[in-house]
């Protein structure tokens, strides 16, 4: 690729026909010195959101005080219908509560109550781990069986291990859209018709595919969704995570943290739990309106850009990484650790080293921010609407420079 000796002049280029660079003004760089790959950890701040915060302080808390509920109650669903474009749902379909966690819990149990006497749920090895511990809780408590997928570290879980491990017993599949280590992308449709045809429901955990590859939950007929707001969507650190459950079953399924914000008519304060028939019942109580107020902000400013342009700009950020890895990187020990194919990866891509922990961190101390993911990657987040090229071509020259200069006595004191 033409790429792979790029001189800096190439990343200008690349920035200069870049449709998303403008986007880079909306968020806040204090400090331009820092080159940011963690946008798939914590996505940076929009310079809107102090200013939307505060208005919600002063215009509406300390000025309409308890009136501010009057449209703060529909406030989840509202910045759920602005989500859910992103994700390829329906209005009505996405509500904005709880943490990802809390979510993962809620539906999966929901899924569990809706196919009563199957025993089993399939997930994978290398999923992210409240997802393993959420179903690992489950199934302690039900008595259910889980049949662990052991995939392929880089490529992920395929269609075929789905297929083996389904059958009249299997309740629910819960699998990652995109993998948070190797970035592989989950052939969804394949696999949500597979659980179909076995009579299985799906979860999808799409933190790290909102807002960075379009999902087309309607589309595929995927059943239940859950993921985060404070990643690609730059929602602010702890932001309140989404969940989506399919128009059609949102009436059949009920999810076992029965709360007053999920009741019917929740104000005439009546005996016995009787939820509303539409996505409301998923939720559970009063949201935090400060931080569903930044989550909306940086959610606004994806669907602003759509996730069409963010997908192409991710896929040519991963490839200039890539490029550069091939040409830099691998002769000096590197080894890629996401899929080649670009259609197969999500925005991030994994550099496997040795010393992958060593090496986090002193690129940390020089200023470039990527995350060490066990055991061996150095994860380079490329958060299409904050990341430009030149980034790519900086950061990963530090990693150049640091690999060429060999194991100095830092790398060997911050490794242990
Ligand atoms: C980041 C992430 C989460 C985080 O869940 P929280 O409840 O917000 O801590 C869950 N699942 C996946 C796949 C993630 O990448």
């Known amino acids: 690729m033409a790429a792979a000796n790029a001189p800096h002049r190439t990343a200008s280029e690349l920035d200069a026909t870049d449709p998303l660079a403008g986007f880079r003004d909306r968020f806040a760089f204090p400090d331009p010195g ?3 790959f963690d946008g798939n950890s914590l996505g940076r701040m929009p310079v809107s959101t102090p200013s939307r915060v505060e208005a919600v302080l002063g215009a509406e808390w300390a000025s309409q005080l308890i009136r501010g509920w009057d449209h703060w109650l529909t406030f989840p669903q509202l910045v759920g219908d602005r989500l859910a474009p992103l994700l390829g749902a329906a209005p009505g379909e996405v509500v904005i509560a709880d943490s990802t966690t809390v979510n993962l819990y809620k539906l999966a149990a929901a899924a569990l109550d809706a196919r009563p006497g199957r025993g089993v749920v399939v997930t994978d090895r290398a999923n992210f781990p409240s997802d393993r511990y959420v179903l690992e809780g489950l199934a302690h408590a039900r008595g ?10 880089v490529d992920g879980p395929q269609p075929a291990d789905v297929a083996y ?5 299997v309740a ?14 989950a052939d969804l449709p394949t696999i949500t018709r597979l659980a179909h045809e076995a009579g299985a429901l799906t979860l999808w955990d799409l933190s790290h595919s909102g807002g ?3 999902v087309g939950l309607d589309g595929h007929a995927v059943d239940l969704a859950v993921g985060c707001t404070y990643k690609y969507l730059n929602g602010g650190p702890g932001a309140p995570a989404y969940l989506y459950v399919r128009r059609d079953l949102q009436a059949r399924l009920r999810q076992p943290i029965q709360g007053w914000f999920g009741q019917r008519d929740q104000f005439a304060m009546g005996q016995g739990y009787d939820p509303e028939p539409d996505v409301r019942r998923f939720l559970v109580g009063t949201p935090g309106i400060i931080g569903l107020t930044a989550a909306d902000e940086g959610i606004a400013i994806s669907a602003e850009a759509g996730i069409d342009a963010i997908r192409a700009k991710g896929v040519a950020l991963t490839e200039y990484a890539i490029a550069l890895h091939d040409a830099w990187l691998a002769p000096l020990g590197c080894e890629l650790g996401s899929p080649r194919d670009p259609a197969r990866r999500g925005a991030h891509v994994a550099i496997r080293h040795p010393r992958a922990r060593a090496l ?4 940390i101390a020089r200023n470039v921010i990527p995350d060490f993911r066990a055991p061996d990657s150095i994860r380079v987040g490329l958060s299409p609407l904050t990341t430009s090229f ?4 900086r950061g990963l020259g530090v990693l150049r420079e640091l690999l060429a200069s060999g194991t100095t006595p830092q790398h ?3 490794a242990t």
């Open 172 to 185: 629910l599949v819960l699998l990652s859209h995109v993998n948070y280590r190797s970035a592989a992308i």
């Open 144 to 153: 259910l069986t889980i049949r662990w997928l052991d995939p392929d570290p």
């Open 360 to 363: 986090t961190a002193s690129l």
């Open 390 to 393: 030149a980034d790519v071509h």
């Open 412 to 414: 060997r004191a911050l």
């Open 212 to 214: 960075s590859v379009p």
């Open 34 to 36: 820092v080159v940011y």
């Open 165 to 169: 491990a389904l059958d009249e017993d």
